[in-house]
């Protein structure tokens, strides 16, 4: 089945103590982006890849950090998490084929995370 | 830069009403419009889409029609269900390939 997979699906956690949430596809996708989704601000872009070893930042970076050692995993890095990263994040991926303008974006099941 | 707006919500409606979703947007040039649908507890999908000026894209008994004129988006259905009730994102993908996404709008069905 094709599909995005997060984990941890939920976690609390305290400031200042490193995480990382992963997230992988089974889709052969070039592109693969990290969302954070906060009641009334909609999705807003944290960093995006598009293939491995190239990743950008997105319209909130700061306090985040992103690898593309492989073409499947996308892992999200918080080395200080602190209270106002506490939201829901997605994961997404698409394919970038010579169409690619209008691929369909998977998005995973989502990760709540709160920071205490 | 590009953005969306959306209707703000949420829109609370009986099963069986019309459904209007106001969605317009600004960019440079003709961007491909998206709708996507999040379920409770669950990631976005992508509802349905059109890709040039007129186009009427349709899935599950939804339909929106890309208007350049007005440049509006909205999504629409003529007979909504309890099921329906779900947060719904119109988008666009601009020239960088990147989505641009509305604040999202929260359906609430009753029965």
């Known amino acids: 089945e094709a599909q995005v997979t997060q984990n941890p699906r939920y976690l609390i956690t305290v400031t200042g103590k490193k995480l990382t949430v992963t997230c992988s596809q089974n889709m052969n996708h070039e592109y693969m982006s990290w969302y954070r989704q906060d009641p009334g601000l909609g999705l807003r872009q944290i960093y995006y890849s598009m293939n491995v070893e190239v990743t950008d930042k997105g319209d909130v970076p700061e306090g985040y950090k992103v690898s593309r050692k492989e073409k499947r995993n996308f892992p999200l890095i918080l080395e200080s998490p602190s209270p106002n990263q506490t939201s829901l994040y997605f994961c997404a991926s698409r394919s970038l084929s010579t169409s690619g303008r209008y691929n369909e974006q998977f998005f995973g099941p989502g990760t709540r995370l709160t920071v205490l | 830069g590009d953005s969306v707006t959306q209707m703000e919500g949420p829109v609370t409606l009986s099963e069986e009403a019309f459904l209007t979703i106001n969605c317009t947007y600004t960019?440079?040039?003709?961007?491909?419009l998206f709708w996507y649908v999040q379920y409770p507890g669950e990631g976005l999908q992508l509802l349905l889409k059109?890709?040039?000026a007129d186009d009427k894209g349709s899935n599950k008994g939804f339909e929106a029609t890309y208007r350049k004129e007005t440049t509006s988006f909205h999504l629409e259905k003529g007979s909504v269900q309890v099921s329906d009730s779900a947060v719904y994102f119109c988008a666009l993908m601009d020239s960088n390939y990147q989505l641009i996404w509305g604040a999202g709008t929260k359906l609430i069905i009753k029965p």
């Open positions: 059109a890709t040039k």
């Open positions: 960019a440079t040039g003709y961007p491909s």
